[in-house]
């Protein structure tokens, strides 16, 4: 995943909303999001997975625990041989909250040798969310309000992020149906617009892939111009409902083919306990 705002506001029809983009290569063989169990007979997680390394990128479980992994950008200091990234989201979930608080278990994750991340924990029924990165060591708790992050720290503000937000912001401010909130976060997460260069952030690549990864949504055409080698392979959408004193958890992804057009779509939603 390389693109993900949340809103965090308790006195919201929609207390907790994330809309996300996962960015990968076309080659990598992923599952769209369904329910499975990482580990049998333990319980199931609401996820897609990769079936190239076997982790994933976002994941939540029936108690309304969510958490979220982003890579940091930083070329020439890829290590082939560092455990997974998408590891650290199933780890997140299985870890039992009752054995300390998210912030002390995501400082300690924070110091294990592996390639740059951000991840992300958070209890949907309590509203509260720790972040954490290993670029550089620092980790801090996530306060109502919207946030956002992608392949540098959170609330980072490179153009594609600010404006995540503050269409995030827009839209769980107008209230509505969930279903239009969510026509809505779609449209924005299809965003293609390629920011200003005086607006790029420097990232050690270069420009013309700055502009390329500039957009919420991502497609860079293969060599050749055939197809797309790299881009946006999914959106998602998860947005906590009030309903009559319940708290439902609506889940929509859509997935993308090389062509960058819509190639499944999954929408579903089950009450927090």
């Not at 620092?138 to 309000?145: F, K, N, V």
């Not at 889940?251 to 779509?265: C, N």
Request: with cysteine; net charge neutral.
């Amino acid at each position: 995943m390389c693109l993900a705002a949340l809103s965090i506001n308790p006195d919201s029809r929609f207390p907790w909303v994330l809309a996300s983009n996962r960015d990968e290569f076309f080659d990598r063989p992923a599952a769209p999001l369904a329910w499975w169990r990482p580990v049998p007979g333990q319980d199931a997680v609401l996820s897609g997975r990769d079936l190239s390394a076997g982790g994933t990128w976002l994941a939540l479980n029936a108690a309304g625990r969510l958490a979220l992994v982003t890579n940091v950008r930083e070329p020439g200091r890829f290590d082939p041989a560092a455990p997974s990234r998408g590891a650290l989201v199933l780890q997140g979930l299985r870890r039992d909250p009752g054995h300390g608080d998210d912030a002390a278990w995501l400082q300690g994750i924070a110091r294990e040798p592996r390639n740059g991340f951000n991840l992300i924990l958070a209890d949907l029924q309590g509203e509260t969310c720790a972040w954490a990165t290993n670029r550089p060591p620092q980790q801090r708790l996530a306060g109502p309000g919207v946030h956002a992050v992608s392949n540098a720290s959170l609330d980072t503000p490179w153009p594609k992020l600010t404006r995540l937000k503050q269409r995030l912001a827009d839209a769980v401010a107008q209230g509505g149906p969930a279903a239009d909130l969510a026509d809505t976060l779609f449209d924005a997460l299809a965003d293609r617009a390629v920011a200003p260069d005086a607006e790029l952030p420097s990232t050690g690549v270069p420009l013309e892939r700055e502009r390329q990864l500039s957009p919420a949504f991502i497609h860079m055409a293969a060599p050749g111009g055939e197809g797309a080698a790299y881009g946006t392979r999914c959106s998602t959408l998860v947005v906590v409902e009030r309903q009559a004193g319940r708290r439902v958890v609506h889940v929509s992804e859509r997935s993308f083919d090389a062509a960058a057009a819509i190639s499944g779509t999954v929408t579903l939603s089950f009450e927090l306990p």
